[in-house]
C-alpha cells in the first residue's frame, strides 16, 4: 500500500471541493440554458427541437448536480477526518484514505497548505479543538451571512425587474399574440427562479450563518469555564461538521475575496493573548 504521507491530504481536500463547485456552476449554467431554450421555442427557430434540446438539458443539469453532491460528500468526510486529526491528534490511517486517493483529483497537486490550517497555538486537545471548531465557525459565519446578502439582493432584483416588465408590458403591448408570448416567457422566468434555488439557497445560507454564531458564542462559553470535558469538544464539532455538510457550498471567489481581511481581524483580535 502506497504511503499515504507523501500526498497533501488537505489539497486532496480542497480539490474535491473545487470540483463539487465547479459542477454545481455547471449545473447552473445548464439550467440558465433551459430558460434560453424555452424562450427560443416560442418562435419558430427550434420549435421542433426544443422539448428533445430541453429533455436532454435537465438530465445534464442533473447529473451534474449529482456529481456535485458527491464530491462535496467526499471532500467533507475528508475534512471531519483532518479537523479531528489537526484537534485531537486522531491519525488518518492509510487504510482511511487509499480509495481516495487512487481517485485523487489531478488539480490538486497544484495546491499546497505548508502554513498552519488553524491559528490555533494550543497543543492538541480539548482547548485546541474548541478553538480550532471556533475559528472555522466564525469565518462560515461571515462567508454564509455575505452569501446569502448576495442571494437576497439578486433575488430582491430579479423580482423587481420581472414586476416592471410585467406593468411595462401591460400597459404599452395591445396585441394578444405579443401579449401571450410575454406572459410565456414571465412563466419561464419564474420557473428559472425556483430552478436556480435562490429562495431556498437564499435561506439555507442564513440558516448556517445563523447555526455557526450559535456554535461560535457556545464554544467562548466553554473556553472561559474552569473546567472543559472533551466530551463537550466532540458534541460541538459534530453540531458544527453537521450544519456546514447541510449547508450549500461556499464559492471560492468569495472566500479568496474575504481571507485577507478575516484573516488579519482574527489574528489581531481572537488570537492576541
Not at 480509495?99 to 485523487?104: E, L, Q, T
Not at 490550517?117 to 462567508?143: D, I, M, P
Request: glycine share 2%; charged share 20%; proline share 1%.
Amino acid at each position: 500500500m502506497a504511503d499515504t504521507k507523501q500526498y497533501d491530504i488537505r489539497a486532496i481536500c480542497r480539490a474535491y471541493f473545487e470540483i463539487a463547485k465547479e459542477r454545481y456552476s455547471a449545473a447552473l449554467l445548464v439550467k440558465l440554458l433551459v430558460f434560453i431554450v424555452g424562450i427560443l421555442s416560442l418562435f419558430p427557430i427550434i420549435y421542433e427541437y426544443s422539448r428533445l434540446i430541453t429533455f436532454f438539458l435537465v438530465i445534464i443539469s442533473e447529473f451534474l448536480s449529482y456529481l456535485s453532491d458527491k464530491n462535496k460528500g467526499i471532500a467533507e468526510t475528508l475534512l471531519r477526518k483532518l479537523d479531528a486529526q489537526d484537534s485531537f491528534g486522531w491519525s488518518i490511517s492509510n487504510a482511511e484514505i487509499s480509495d481516495i486517493i487512487v481517485y485523487c483529483p489531478s488539480k490538486s497537486e497544484k495546491l499546497n497548505f505548508k502554513d498552519a490550517y488553524f491559528a490555533s497555538k494550543e497543543a492538541v486537545g480539548t482547548k485546541r479543538a474548541l478553538e480550532n471548531v471556533q475559528e472555522s465557525a466564525w469565518w462560515s459565519k461571515h462567508l454564509a451571512q455575505r452569501m446569502g446578502n448576495f442571494y437576497l439582493i439578486g433575488t430582491v432584483l430579479f423580482v423587481i425587474i420581472w414586476l416592471g416588465v410585467v406593468f411595462i408590458g401591460i400597459k404599452t403591448i395591445h396585441s394578444a399574440d405579443n401579449l401571450s408570448v410575454l406572459l410565456n416567457i414571465l412563466v419561464l422566468a419564474l420557473i428559472l427562479l425556483f430552478s436556480l434555488s435562490l429562495l431556498r439557497s437564499m435561506d439555507s445560507y442564513r440558516k448556517f450563518s445563523n447555526a455557526a454564531k450559535k456554535i461560535e458564542e457556545t464554544i467562548q462559553k466553554l473556553l472561559s469555564a474552569e473546567d472543559i470535558h472533551e466530551y463537550d469538544a466532540i458534541k460541538i464539532m459534530f453540531e458544527y461538521q453537521l450544519a456546514r455538510n447541510n449547508a450549500p457550498l461556499l464559492p471560492s471567489w468569495l472566500w479568496k475575496s474575504m481571507k485577507d481581511n478575516l484573516n488579519e481581524t482574527w489574528q489581531q483580535y481572537r488570537t492576541a493573548k
